[in-house]
């Protein structure tokens, strides 16, 4: 404990003498400071709160990249509209926008857009598709800035984890009364940095995290890496985590905000039915199964 308070005492110290150097060499160990893997997620926050500035790297989302959206079919509605395929217009507060602003979510393959939208086997659906007119930049917690430091390793990892966590609400119903079971009475505090590195973790975090603003959290972590990129983060899906364990996935979510919307344009849409051997709930199955800590 007298060491994790000399490392913020001199994080602070080198803060106020604008030794970038010496932030650089601090802040991301700093981010450990505490107990259990929460503790960096809210380190983070109060860093970047503080001024502290953190840099994950970015993708380059290059021109004539296809993406992907779904929705539910309705039968009175005319899919090869443009406008149908814009951002919510409600513009209700999600996993990464605040309420109010514009958003779009798209996935970078249909088989991920699928799950997120949670459609059943057997059900139809419209699938949206896109092409990018001009690269992007995207940021996230997915993009070494130095592979060689290990705590930014980690604190990515568990920051891009708490990110996708699956949240609470009424379409999820089936998917947490699964969790519930496989995690019994799993608290925040009891996640360890022995799960690091278990593609579990989301889940984990998606349990334990009983509050009711969950998204309150998310767009706070988002917070600053927004004001640096702008046009859209990308992230993982946590039906599809590897790329929380550090491995490169091509299954992955993106959300555009105004300046990455323009840059994008809507192609054709397409009716089709889920037919493919999968859904939300027996991905998650597969996840818990091969991943629980009994199998470690």
Known sequence: MDEEKELLTALVHAVEENNAE???????????????????????????????????????????TKLYRIRK?????????????????????NRGNLEGEAALYLGTTEDVCILETH???GESYVLGEYEVKEDIKLGGFLHSEDKNNLSW??????????????????????????????????????????????????LKFGVANKRTKYYDLTNQLLKPIKEKYEYGITYSSCYIPLGTVGIR?????????????????????????????FTDIKMMRVLIETFSDSKK
């Not at 010496?22 to 001024?51: D, M, P, Q, W």
Request: aromatic share 14%; proline share 4%; with cysteine.
């Open 73 to 93: 079919y309705e039968p009175n509605v005319d899919f090869n509209d443009p406008s149908q395929w814009s951002y919510n217009p409600k513009r209700s507060k």
């Open 22 to 64: 010496l932030i650089n060499k601090y802040k991301y160990e700093s981010l450990f400071y505490g107990f259990g893997l929460i503790s960096i997620v809210t380190n983070f926050i109060a860093l970047t709160n503080y001024g502290i500035k953190f840099d994950f790297g970015f993708e380059l989302l290059k021109k004539g």
């Open 249 to 277: 996935c091509s299954d992955r979510n993106i959300v555009l905000y105004d300046h990455g919307i323009n840059k994008i344009k809507f192609i054709k849409s397409q009716i089709k039915t889920h037919n493919k051997q």
């Open 119 to 121: 459609i059943k086997e």
């Open 153 to 202: 390793t980690k604190a990515a990892m568990v920051l891009n984890a708490f990110l996708i966590a699956p949240s609470r609400c009424d379409k999820n119903e089936a998917l947490f009364n699964l969790l519930d079971e496989t995690f019994k009475g799993l608290t925040l505090d009891q996640i360890k940095v022995k799960d690091i590195e278990n593609p579990n973790l989301p």
